[in-house]
């Protein structure tokens, strides 16, 4: 049974990765307004929703996240440079140090369900009293993919998330809360995370059970 020990990921359910977006890179788009003219955020008090239809698959350097084995992704991550915190197969997600491939990114992390499929991946960008950040990482991802399907919240204040949908099955959201600044954005297999989740109770469930009946048995 795996490690019950996950990381705040799971609370903020929420990337712009070098190689497949390149304006990490390029200072010339990297900070472009993903919703301009009439579909910019304007009050930040509703949603704005374009009727784009988002046809790539995501993928992440180079392996589609449709259903990935969890030792090809591993691989993979490893090749591109990242360095391993903890990797795992004991454990539910695994942690990387981010050494300059996603600007402004600390760490990755990525998580697999009971069969080591991927559930989702969250890259951290940790910043303090920065409300910039969060359009910038919207604009990578829209260099890549196009304008979100959805946008909610203010810029310069709250909460923003921001999601494109890829089919019926995975999706990207980015979330800013308030008031940390941070930004964490995902890449999710929503059936597999659907799954991950319900493995997470199910494992919290049987502890709690062996924890009554082994108090029990103490008089």
């Not at 991946?121 to 910038?136: D, E, G, R």
Request: one cysteine or more.
């Amino acid at each position: 049974m795996k490690n019950y020990k996950l990381f705040f990921i799971l609370s903020t359910f929420v990337i712009s990765i070098p190689i497949f977006l390149p304006s990490c890179s390029n200072g010339s788009n990297a900070h472009k307004t993903p919703n301009s003219g009439k579909t910019a955020i304007n009050s930040g008090k509703t949603a704005i929703k374009t009727k784009n239809n988002i046809s790539n698959r995501l993928k992440l350097f180079g392996v589609s996240l449709q259903n990935p084995n969890r030792t090809v992704l591993e691989d993979a991550i490893k090749r591109a440079g990242l360095i391993p915190i903890k990797e795992s197969l004991n454990d539910w997600c695994d942690s990387y140090k981010v050494t300059g491939q996603l600007d402004k990114a600390s760490r990755l992390y990525v998580c697999y369900t009971q069969n080591d499929k991927f559930a989702y991946a969250q890259y951290v960008f940790p910043v303090f009293m920065n409300v910039k950040l969060v359009k910038h990482v919207i604009s990578m991802v829209s260099d890549k993919y196009g304008k979100p399907s959805s946008v909610n919240g203010d810029y310069s204040l709250g909460d923003v998330t921001a999601y494109w949908h890829f089919g019926s099955n995975e999706e990207i959201k980015i979330f800013r809360g308030w008031p940390s600044t941070s930004v964490y954005l995902n890449l999710i297999n929503i059936s597999n995370r659907r799954k991950l989740l319900y493995e997470l109770h199910k494992q919290k469930e049987e502890q709690t059970a062996n924890k009554v009946k082994s108090q029990g048995n103490a008089f």
